[in-house]
């Protein structure tokens, strides 16, 4: 029954995926008094890459090609260990704590910056550079916050994080928590490519992700692309299962209890987005310099869970 469980954690998240930021580009049309594209965007995009022929440059090695498939690999194992819609580990569950997830991330994120080297492209090149500049300040924030976290529940499993917060109003209403909250929510912003760290445009001042798929074309770059909406699904995800609103995930096996606990899910992320949303239409791009200022913030609330724990000894 887990493994069933798996597979249709598995499906939830690749399909629902690109549906939730089509969602959040039509929602921030509106806010501008535009039409905007539908909804389904992402699924029209993604089909018609596929069907396109893919056109890779002459000067790369291999490991260009195989990159976008190995990192949507590596995003798909991630949907299969990380609590999207069950509060107890399914069949995968406990392969990789919090650190293991991390660090998936991590060699997902370092493979596409070598694979945008090796294309060649200066654009590309560009955006690996910006994206390791901030990669080096923003992973040990998120190492932080996990630690927090961990020192919490006394965990660095997600599942048990998730119960503790879920049954212990003391900790949810915690400064440590809620430190921890803010500051993952401004890690969340820099690793979903929103402002006021990037934007999505073509121009060079808001490029960084965008840049080093600069030269992906066809099926590469629709696995590129579906693994983007993948990493920032199972990151909003877990920002809302595990830090900000771990409440109604199923906490023992009952068919009824996750189905139902799907659209629930659904509409927690439809509330993420609606922030995430009012919040990129609300601020200015930051100069690309200044994106270090907001980082240095996160680490301050990072920085402040700290303190609020030990200050208090840990007594809430």
């Known amino acids: 029954m887990r493994i069933a469980l798996s597979v249709l954690q598995l499906l939830y998240v690749l399909l629902l995926s690109p549906l939730i930021f089509g969602i959040l580009a039509k929602f921030e049309e509106r ?32 490991l260009f090609h195989m990159t ?80 927090m976290l961990g020192v919490i529940s006394k965990t660095n499993n997600p599942y048990i994080i998730n119960n503790v917060l879920q049954t212990s109003s003391s900790w949810y209403l ?5 430190f921890v909250a803010a500051a993952f929510f401004m890690v969340l912003l820099i690793e979903t490519g929103k402002l006021p760290i990037e934007h999505s445009t073509t121009t060079e001042v808001g490029m960084i992700d965008q840049a080093m798929d600069m030269e992906y074309s066809g099926a590469d770059l ?45 509409l927690k992320l439809m509330g993420l987005v609606f922030i995430i949303g009012l919040f990129e239409e609300s601020v200015s791009k930051f100069r690309f310099f200044k994106n270090f200022d907001y980082i240095a913030i996160s680490f301050s609330l ?8 030990y200050t208090t000894k840990g007594s809430f």
Do not use: C
Request: glycine letters at 6%; a positive charge; charged letters at 10%.
């Open 31 to 62: 806010i501008e008094s535009k039409k905007g594209p539908s909804v389904f965007q992402p699924y029209h995009t993604l089909l018609k890459l596929f069907k396109k022929q893919s056109v890779i440059p002459e000067s790369s090695s291999p």
């Open 174 to 178: 915690s400064l440590t928590h809620w």
């Open 302 to 309: 990072a920085f402040l869970s700290f303190l609020a724990f």
């Open 222 to 266: 629709a696995f590129s692309e579906w693994g983007g909406y993948v990493k920032k699904f199972l990151l909003m995800s877990v920002f809302i299962n595990v830090y900000t609103v771990p409440f109604f995930v199923p906490m023992k096996y009952d068919l009824g209890a996750i189905l139902l606990y799907m659209i629930i899910h659904f």
């Open 68 to 147: 976008p498939y190995v990192t949507f690999t590596l995003y798909t194992f991630l949907t299969l260990v990380l609590p999207m819609i069950t509060a107890f580990p399914l069949e995968f569950g406990p392969t990789v704590d919090f650190i293991g997830g991390g660090l998936t991330f991590g060699a997902a994120a370092l493979l596409k910056k070598i694979a945008s080297l090796d294309s060649r492209s200066n654009y590309s090149h560009l955006g690996a550079s910006r994206a390791a500049s901030m990669g080096a300040l923003s992973e040990p924030i998120t190492v932080l916050i996990f630690i």
